[in-house]
């Protein structure tokens, strides 16, 4: 069993940033593979990111590719999301999702869920 939580979403005007963090559970976080999605009121939940169990492989969308990085540290349990030159169509609640699947987890199929966090961007 994996639990996932996320934090440090929040308000931030356009072109600022934010660095999200997913903390898991579990010995053996390093066999997982880890995305983060993201989810607008009203829109159907969209891939932002994923990385690899090793951390060695990152796939960001082409949405938000050149502005976010997504990281994980094994040793802490934890992925990370930093995001920077922030838009308002960022906005939405951000989650991330973990599965032994890469192909399950990128078409949003991830067996674990946080319950996700809130990002706000003002223009």
């Known amino acids: 069993q994996v639990q996932l939580v996320e934090s440090n979403g929040g308000l931030v005007q356009a072109g600022g940033s934010l660095r999200l963090s997913c903390a898991a559970s579990?010995?053996?976080?390093?066999?997982?593979?880890v995305a983060w999605f993201r989810q607008a009121p009203g829109k159907e939940r969209e891939f932002v990111a994923a990385?690899?169990?090793?951390?060695?492989?990152?796939y960001p969308s082409d949405s938000v590719k050149g502005r976010f990085t997504i990281s994980r540290d094994n040793a802490k349990n934890t992925v990370y999301l930093q995001m920077n030159s922030l838009k308002p169509e960022d906005t939405g609640v951000y989650f991330c999702?973990?599965?032994?699947?890469?192909?399950?987890?990128?078409?949003?199929?991830?067996?674990?869920w946080g319950r996700g966090t809130q990002v706000t961007v003002s223009s």
């Open positions: 579990g010995r053996t976080f390093d066999d997982y593979a």
């Open positions: 999702a973990a599965d032994h699947s890469f192909n399950e987890l990128i078409n949003s199929r991830a067996i674990y």
């Open positions: 990385i690899t169990g090793s951390g060695r492989g990152t």
